[in-house]
């Protein structure tokens, strides 16, 4: 049995450059408490949780 967690903010951009092209991040907080953290997609966090970007 698994659960999701919800992310709480974007803490962070970054351009991650392979070869001949770009590739847009985002450091995603999941816990602030823990504050465990990871580096996603920019596209895909944009996707699946539009209101993380409201005031970015």
Known sequence: MSF???PV???DR???RLR???IP???VIW???TGD?????ESKMKEQ???LFNNV
């Open 4 to 6: 999701e967690v919800p």
């Open 9 to 11: 903010k974007i803490a």
């Open 14 to 16: 970054k351009m991650k």
């Open 20 to 22: 001949m092209t770009e």
């Open 25 to 27: 991040l985002v450091k």
């Open 31 to 33: 816990n602030e408490t």
């Open 37 to 41: 953290a990871t580096w996603e997609l």
């Open 49 to 51: 949780y539009p209101e």
